[in-house]
């Protein structure tokens, strides 16, 4: 079973060179720690900055300078400041490569609940409804099961809905799975799981072709 | 042009009671810090709010909250405020959650003079509900309006006596197209310089959208989550 910095590690195997990267809250911001260096790839933080940098040393931090977290972070060389609404534009028009986020539910084709838990305090969206609806590829990192044990990977998803039929992969503490037509498809186990303990994390329709490789983390 | 005014206090003196504002900054980040403490001064009262995010309990708009000076909140996310959370659950406040791309886009098109923009941001979702949806080239938009505010009040880094404001970092946020928004603009800047001190090439709001700008003071800018690395 992956701990976070396992799924981190697993996602930032998918990203490419040359790419640039929308990484959320959570799980998805710990990628950047595992993306290798010299890759050339560039992060956009949503608030208004392409080449965000690691946190700055203690005493160099500028209020002036933060990612869609409210985080104190620092440039790269090349990085670039720009207004929030630009900042969408690009997101809109699918000059983003890749998004990573986290969720609270996915279902089998695609859809993601990640904003809203009824009954309970709405701190609102974000910008994720914006980048789930737009975004080339979008990669969750999540927990396969809740704290109750029950699946989030779903036929359907029960909580309100942040996007429609838009995520393309899952990395969870068990699997990494590709969202089908057909379904979940299973493409790697985590270390040390067995096919049938996917199974019976996950709810909705899932596809198990051939034999399922253990996932290289290094 | 001279659009110099003293003060805070001058600069908002005419916002009055069921005003709708746009307030720039992300997170504590970029926020007119000294209009609002002269808002909360000044005591106006039943304040419709367009921004980002609240602010925190005693800081940024969380300022106004406390003495309950709006009444409705339009944002994308409202973050950790405790007397926000007070207010909502018990109906005193009252708050439109929409997608932050959204939010930036329909500031945009009422400074561009556009009545309303798509956007694919919340099709299928309750962000949906009760707008029109029309499909170009094979995928669903959402028309979403331009914003209508009765002031816009922004936080520059530069600026001179013509308006033209000049940003810094990330506290550019929404500040450019909330200056474009406003019937009456409003810029506090951290250097008011003489007009022709700022390169032409490099002003991010012309002065043509602001009507009143004025050096701030006492500048705090909180930040909100300091996160720092080993050295």
Same mark, same amino acid.
């Given at each position: 079973?992956?701990?976070?910095?396992?799924?981190?590690?697993?996602?930032?195997?998918?990203?490419?060179?040359?790419?640039?990267?929308?990484?959320?809250?959570?799980?998805?911001?710990?990628?950047?720690?595992?993306?290798?260096?010299?890759? &050339?790839? #560039?992060?956009?933080?949503? %608030?208004?900055?392409?080449? +965000?940098?690691?946190?700055?040393?203690? =005493? *160099?931090?500028?209020?002036?300078?933060?990612?869609?977290?409210?985080?104190?972070?620092?440039?790269?060389?090349?990085?670039?400041?720009?207004?929030?609404?630009?900042?969408?534009?690009?997101?809109?028009?699918?000059?983003?490569?890749?998004?990573?986020?986290?969720?609270?539910?996915?279902?089998?084709?695609?859809?993601?609940?990640?904003?809203?838990?009824?009954?309970?305090?709405?701190?609102?969206?974000?910008?994720?409804? &914006?980048? #789930?609806?737009?975004?080339? %590829?979008?990669?969750?990192? +999540?927990?396969?099961?809740?704290?109750? =044990? *029950?699946?989030?990977?779903?036929?359907?998803?029960?909580?309100?809905?942040?996007?429609?039929?838009?995520?393309?992969?899952?990395?969870?503490?068990?699997?990494?799975?590709?969202?089908?037509?057909?379904?979940?498809?299973?493409?790697?186990?985590?270390?040390?799981?067995?096919?049938?303990?996917?199974?019976?994390?996950?709810?909705?329709?899932?596809?198990?072709?051939?034999?399922?490789?253990?996932?290289?983390?290094? | 042009?001279?659009?110099?005014?003293?003060?805070?206090?001058?600069?908002?003196?005419?916002?009055?009671?069921?005003?709708?504002?746009?307030?720039?900054?992300?997170?504590?980040?970029?926020?007119?810090?000294?209009?609002?403490?002269?808002?909360?001064?000044?005591?106006?009262?039943?304040?419709?709010?367009?921004?980002?995010?609240?602010?925190?309990?005693?800081?940024?708009?969380?300022?106004?909250?406390?003495?309950?000076?709006?009444?409705?909140?339009?944002?994308?996310?409202?973050?950790?405020?405790?007397?926000?959370?007070?207010?909502?659950?018990?109906?005193?406040?009252?708050?439109?959650?929409?997608?932050?791309?959204?939010?930036?886009?329909?500031?945009?098109?009422?400074?561009?003079?556009?009545?309303?923009?798509?956007?694919?941001?919340?099709?299928?979702?309750?962000?949906?509900?009760?707008?029109?949806?029309?499909?170009?080239?094979?995928?669903?938009?959402?028309?979403?309006?331009?914003?209508?505010?009765?002031?816009?009040?922004?936080?520059?880094?530069?600026?001179?006596?013509?308006?033209?404001?000049?940003?810094?970092?990330?506290?550019?946020?929404?500040?450019?197209?909330?200056?474009?928004?406003?019937?009456?603009?409003?810029?506090?800047?951290?250097?008011?310089?003489?007009?022709?001190?700022?390169?032409?090439?490099?002003?991010?709001?012309?002065?043509?959208?602001?009507?009143?700008?004025?050096?701030?003071?006492?500048?705090?800018?909180?930040?909100?989550?300091?996160?720092?690395?080993?050295?």
């Amino acid at each position: 079973m992956l701990d976070k910095t396992g799924i981190a590690k697993r996602i930032a195997k998918e990203v490419k060179r040359g790419y640039y990267v929308n990484l959320g809250i959570g799980i998805p911001t710990l990628v950047a720690n595992y993306i290798p260096q010299g890759f &050339d790839v #560039v992060l956009q933080s949503e %608030n208004g900055l392409l080449g +965000m940098g690691p946190f700055p040393f203690d =005493g *160099e931090e500028d209020a002036d300078l933060i990612n869609a977290g409210k985080q104190t972070i620092t440039t790269l060389p090349g990085s670039s400041f720009f207004d929030s609404a630009m900042s969408f534009g690009m997101i809109r028009s699918c000059k983003v490569d890749l998004t990573i986020l986290g969720a609270m539910e996915v279902s089998d084709n695609g859809d993601i609940a990640n904003w809203k838990i009824p009954g309970k305090m709405v701190k609102g969206m974000g910008g994720a409804m &914006d980048l #789930v609806a737009s975004a080339k %590829n979008i990669i969750v990192a +999540m927990q396969h099961v809740n704290k109750a =044990g *029950e699946s989030k990977l779903l036929p359907k998803c029960s909580l309100p809905l942040t996007g429609v039929g838009c995520v393309k992969k899952i990395v969870t503490e068990l699997a990494v799975l590709d969202v089908t037509q057909q379904g979940f498809k299973l493409l790697e186990r985590a270390p040390g799981i067995s096919v049938e303990q996917i199974k019976n994390a996950t709810l909705g329709r899932l596809i198990i072709e051939g034999d399922i490789p253990e996932m290289h983390l290094d | 042009m001279n659009k110099v005014v003293d003060n805070a206090d001058e600069a908002i003196k005419d916002i009055q009671d069921n005003a709708t504002l746009m307030l720039g900054g992300f997170g504590l980040c970029g926020i007119p810090e000294n209009c609002i403490t002269a808002l909360v001064k000044k005591g106006v009262k039943g304040l419709t709010c367009i921004s980002n995010n609240a602010g925190v309990d005693d800081f940024g708009i969380g300022l106004m909250l406390q003495t309950r000076q709006v009444k409705k909140m339009i944002s994308s996310y409202v973050g950790e405020n405790a007397e926000f959370e007070r207010q909502l659950l018990s109906g005193e406040l009252e708050v439109e959650l929409i997608p932050q791309g959204t939010l930036a886009t329909r500031c945009m098109a009422s400074g561009y003079g556009m009545p309303a923009i798509y956007t694919p941001a919340g099709v299928g979702t309750e962000v949906a509900i009760g707008k029109e949806v029309r499909n170009f080239n094979g995928k669903d938009y959402l028309m979403e309006y331009a914003f209508d505010a009765d002031f816009a009040i922004v936080k520059a880094w530069k600026g001179d006596p013509h308006g033209n404001l000049i940003y810094r970092e990330t506290a550019r946020n929404f500040n450019p197209m909330m200056a474009m928004a406003g019937k009456i603009t409003i810029a506090e800047v951290e250097e008011l310089v003489p007009a022709g001190d700022l390169d032409p090439d490099q002003i991010h709001t012309p002065g043509i959208y602001v009507h009143r700008i004025f050096k701030g003071v006492n500048y705090e800018k909180r930040i909100e989550q300091r996160t720092v690395r080993k050295s």
